[in-house]
């Protein structure tokens, strides 16, 4: 199947067809057409740009026609080709960079804008000869030319950018030099991805902040200002309508609505917003773009055509003054056949399709056109849910009339002065159908004599010749055909003065609209001559001012008696913070006049605001928030902080602000502190930040609270190996670094369907069944959540002995997780291979530090039947086992070949370490003292000749993946504090309270001061268990 693109340059037309093949998935071939003679006869010009060349798209520069630029399929190769004669020769040029898209400037024909498909910005001055990069992570369809007259600069460029971190911001630089120090950032921090929107003299941007969205307004390239919609509008999304004549028309989905938006309509600079129309009806497009079912009628201004929800009906509603009266549309009073049409208004309404087709070849549902201000054509149905019908109105939209009882698309030719009709339908046509008044008398015409499957037209852009070319295929295989349609020999001159009548645009008889009478030339419907260049020709004179060209003022709302009264929410009393005493401020009447309205005298000096002293008025409504709205900070980082004040005199006005740091600033007046206060901190915790604000009348004060915080890098849970079941354990949660702000505890243990939620990081807790547990926490620090995962054998009674090995292990320790926990796994398998003790009753675990030691643990497996559970007695009977071949030496491994390594139980352990309960003799604690006492001597001894500071750790499980570098946050109240001093070995402190045991494991490398990104910390940072 193939593709064609079609453009027109004066006489000539070029087409690129393009052959896609499905299977597989590209274009496989191009051709490029050229006509000189509107469309009579075409030349192939491939050998032109290259036999084996593949072109993608075709693009005419707008300020000049006889510049064409093709691009070709990145997919072959990345070039593109350039004309300067309407397309009759061609230079190529390759590229470095993929070209998704094009944007040409306004002005300069010479100066294009170019996307990647790698999203980056290229300019070129050159019309694509030479390329220069903009930026990097340019966000899609979210880069502009300048707009003449708001920028001086006419190779501005606006652009949103995404940072390394994935924020999105707005950045102006020139085309030519856009380094890093020349690149501007009109608009102060981050704004919400894909929110830019740089029309006319207008710039607006998104920021998201406490979960609602904030829409902000640069009007004429000046500081950036809130828009201000009703206080309780509470905005879900904002659509930009148009930016005509100084005013922004925008739809906006209120918190309640779902499938509608409300139209409203701002003041000259785009901050003030007021309520035009209610509950338009929407609808989402292929993409799942949202398409709002408003259409600005072309060539009157301020004329819109919408589509109203009304109790699950809709219809359609016109308005000439910008949204200021909204009228029903009345049905025709006959059909196409004559027969009477009984639909009276406001029960009965003629209701229009108003999309508008994204087909450039092919009319929409609904069109008209700026060289013929009074024609409208559009598919519609007295009834929304009713069979379609074509209508047209030749009057503005006061009167329609029908015109087809079946869909057709409508083209303009001859200004206005011809209408063609094509029926929209999926089988082949051969007759097209002619107006020459406007849509009243509809002649039959023959345009091909073998029926065609339409796939669209092409006309001269303006509509200023009789000339289409209407291009599809006989046939679903057949190639394409294109039939030239030229209408000039119907007529045999060209218009003159006398054909032409006057007509009087007016909105159900009223004459003046938007403040002035205008007056349009339109051809008399019986005389049958071309027109050519626009005829529209228009007189305009201004009106009296009456009620009805001023709308209701920001913070007003019209009622039913038509009067502009105060909303519940406003205080029309209320002063502008930027009133001083001796100075002026417009004091609202309640109303506004529409903007471009052009009214004179009348009634418009009593509607109009009138100047006012300002009166001094204490401070009131003094709020302070963070400039992105948000409660938190980040240590060692700027915060800006925002101090707002609803009425005052700001010229004469006192601030102190208190940062709850120590810190603490005055200001003179709050027009000083229009762009945020910045400040840093440099502790986390919660600040009490205060704000006075005193004059001569009074006083107020404001309180922010503060969180400062230092972003979680690392969470390690910590706890044993191994326990006895109905005891206590002790889980900590230690954190890198150990100080960063307010946190949340969520635990997860046992077979428990709700976690335990703790502002601490420690907890106790005890399993009543023997087996394998897993524990997890997770820390909530801001909106970052990290979590660790360990597990723990819980049995009645186990035994563990401590392990030591020849000092050459020592000199290939790295002493991190991941080679203790290989090593754990080599001693065990060495155990089993020296012993026969099955793998199931041993547990081995190197600990952290250097000597290195490990943990042996004997546990009392039992199979999946529950049987043949080993006994204190077996367990004894293995404990001495493997005792047994340690001192004989039987225990060792190969680290590397050539490297021995034995494995004996530590001299410092004279017994197996068993669980202390109260069925033990009396003879066996007392030898376990004599075991601590002598444990005591050897580490005074010891002591002297080597400083060992350690660390609590606990035993982990050998399959577990440990991780390194946290420090802990806090120690549970049940554990005594032990200086670094006075720790001891390994193996000579036993906890007799907690079955579980504590290990202390001597690292004289871990005590140091630690600095993370921002975030200082002097911490001991633990090794993992």
């Known amino acids: 199947m193939e593709h064609a693109q079609l453009s027109s340059v004066a006489q000539v037309i070029l087409i690129l067809t393009k052959l896609y093949d499905y299977n597989l998935g590209s274009i496989t071939e191009s051709s490029l057409w050229r006509s000189t003679d509107y469309g009579t006869t075409y030349e192939k010009l491939n050998d032109k740009v290259g036999l084996k060349t593949i072109l993608s798209y075709l693009y005419v520069c707008p300020t000049n026609k006889r510049k064409i630029m093709l691009l070709t399929d990145p997919e072959i190769e990345s070039s593109l080709l350039i004309s300067s004669d309407e397309g009759a020769t061609y230079q190529k040029y390759r590229l470095n960079f993929y070209i998704q898209s094009l944007l040409f400037h306004p002005k300069q024909e010479d100066w294009i804008l170019a996307y990647s498909q790698d999203q980056k910005l290229y300019s070129s001055a050159e019309f694509g000869r030479r390329w220069q990069l903009i930026q990097e992570g340019v966000v899609p369809n979210r880069f502009y030319w300048s707009v003449m007259g708001s920028n001086k600069e006419p190779d501005l460029v606006h652009l949103e950018a995404r940072t390394v971190d994935g924020h999105s911001q707005y950045l ?329 009548r006057p007509w009087q645009l007016h909105s159900q008889g009223e004459a003046c609209i938007m403040g002035a009478k205008r007056i349009y030339k339109k051809r008399k419907s019986e005389r049958k001559c071309m027109q050519g260049k626009y005829a529209g020709a228009m007189e305009s004179e201004p009106c009296v001012c009456t009620e009805a060209d001023f709308d209701c003022d920001y913070g007003y709302e019209r009622h039913s008696n038509g009067q502009c009264l105060p909303a519940f929410w406003f205080n029309p009393s209320s002063l502008s913070k930027d009133c001083s005493l001796g100075q002026s401020y417009l004091n609202s009447t309640g109303y506004r006049k529409v903007v471009s309205n052009n009214c004179t005298d009348g009634v418009r000096e009593q509607y109009t605001a009138k100047p006012q002293k300002c009166p001094g008025k204490a401070p009131r409504g003094l709020r302070i928030v963070t400039a992105d709205g948000k409660l938190t900070a980040e240590q060692g980082h700027n915060v800006t902080l925002v101090v707002q004040l609803e009425e005052g005199d700001v010229q004469r006005t006192f601030i102190q602000v208190d940062f709850g740091d120590g810190i603490a600033v005055s200001y003179v007046n709050l027009s000083s502190m229009e762009d945020g206060i910045k400040h840093v901190y440099h502790n986390v915790g919660i600040f009490r930040v205060t704000v006075q604000v005193d004059n001569s009348l009074g006083s107020d004060s404001a309180v922010l609270y503060l969180h400062v915080t230092c972003p979680l890098e690392h969470v390690h849970l910590s706890l044993p190996f191994v326990t006895t079941k109905n005891k206590e354990v002790n889980a900590t949660a230690v954190l890198w670094p150990s100080q960063v702000g307010t946190l949340t505890y ?172 109260p069925s033990h003799s009396g003879s066996a604690m007392l030898m376990l003292l004599s075991v601590v006492f002598v444990g005591l001597a050897v580490f005074v001894i010891y002591k002297f000749k080597r400083k060992i500071p350690g ?75």
Not at 779 to 798: P, R, W
Not at 954 to 977: F, G, I
């Open 172 to 500: 102006t630089c020139r085309m030519q030099n856009c380094t890093e120090t020349s690149r501007n950032k009109p608009f102060p921090g981050y704004i919400d991805p894909d929110s830019l929107i740089v029309q006319d003299d207008y710039v607006f941007v998104q920021l998201t902040s406490g979960g609602r969205p904030h829409y902000y307004v640069s009007y004429r390239r000046n500081a950036f200002a809130q828009m201000k919609l009703p206080k309780y509008a509470l905005p879900k999304d904002m659509h930009v309508i148009s930016t005509d004549e100084n005013q922004v028309f925008a739809a906006v989905q209120e918190w309640n609505q779902n499938d509608t938006y409300n139209l409203y309509i701002s003041d000259t600079r785009g901050v003030y917003f007021t309520l035009a129309l209610e509950n338009v009806q929407s609808s989402r497009g292929p993409e799942g773009n949202v398409m709002i079912d408003l259409y600005e009628v072309a060539g009157i201004k301020g004329m819109f055509l919408a589509n109203k929800k009304i109790d699950n009906q809709v219809k359609t509603f016109i308005t000439y003054n910008k949204g200021r009266d909204w009228h029903l549309l009345q049905a025709p009073d006959t059909d196409l056949r004559g027969d009477p049409v009984h639909c009276l208004l406001p029960y009965c309404s003629l209701h229009l399709h108003l999309k508008v087709s994204e087909n450039p070849y092919t009319s929409g549902i609904i069109a008209s056109r700026d060289t013929a201000p009074s024609i409208i054509v559009a598919s519609g149905s007295e009834l929304s849910d009713s069979d379609i019908s074509m209508f047209v109105s030749s009057d503005a939209g006061n009167t329609w009339r029908q015109i087809f009882e079946e869909e057709h698309s409508v083209l303009y030719l001859d200004q206005g002065g011809v209408l063609v009709a094509m029926k929209h339908t999926s089988l082949p046509i051969r007759h097209l159908w002619l107006s020459f008044d406007e849509g009243r008398s509809w002649s039959k015409y023959s345009f091909t004599s073998i029926p065609l499957f339409v796939d669209g037209v092409l006309g001269e852009p303006g509509e200023e010749t009789l000339i289409m070319t209407v291009f599809g295929h006989f046939s679903h295989r057949s190639e394409w055909q294109l039939v030239k349609v030229d209408y000039k020999s119907i007529f045999d001159r060209r218009c003159a003065e006398e054909d032409y």
């Open 951 to 1025: 660390i609590n750790v606990y035993a982990q499980m050998q399959n577990e993946k440990e991780r390194e570098m946290v420090s802990q946050v806090s120690h549970p109240e049940s554990r005594p504090h032990i200086p670094q001093t006075e720790l001891r070995r390994p193996g000579q402190l036993i906890d007799e309270k907690v079955e579980s045991q504590l290990i202390e494991v001597p690292n004289s490398n871990f005590e140091r001061n630690g600095v993370l990104g921002s975030c200082s910390v002097f911490s001991r940072i633990p090794t993992e268990h």
């Open 746 to 917: 969520v635990w997860w243990y046992g077979n428990n369907t709700e976690p335990l939620i703790t502002l601490e990081g420690s907890i106790s807790f005890k399993f009543t069944s023997e087996g394998m547990n897993t524990i997890t926490v997770q820390v909530s620090a801001g909106n970052a959540i990290l979590q660790d995962t360990k597990t723990i054998a819980v049995y009645e009674e186990f035994r563990s002995l401590r392990l030591s090995f020849s000092p050459n292990l020592d000199d290939y320790n790295p002493d991190i997780p991941e080679w203790r926990r290989d090593i754990s796994r080599v001693i065990k398998k060495s155990l089993v291979a020296a012993t026969g003790v099955p793998g199931q009753h041993i547990l081995v675990a190197v600990l952290p530090g250097l000597p290195t030691a490990a943990e042996l643990f004997v546990l009392p497996y039992q199979d999946p039947t529950g049987e043949n559970k080993r006994s204190a007695e077996d367990l004894e009977q293995i404990s001495e086992l493997l005792i047994h071949k340690l001192n004989l030496n039987s225990v060792h491994f190969e680290l590397k070949p050539g490297v021995q390594v034995l494995v004996h139980a530590a001299h410092l352990t004279a017994a197996p370490l068993v669980d202390l309960t």
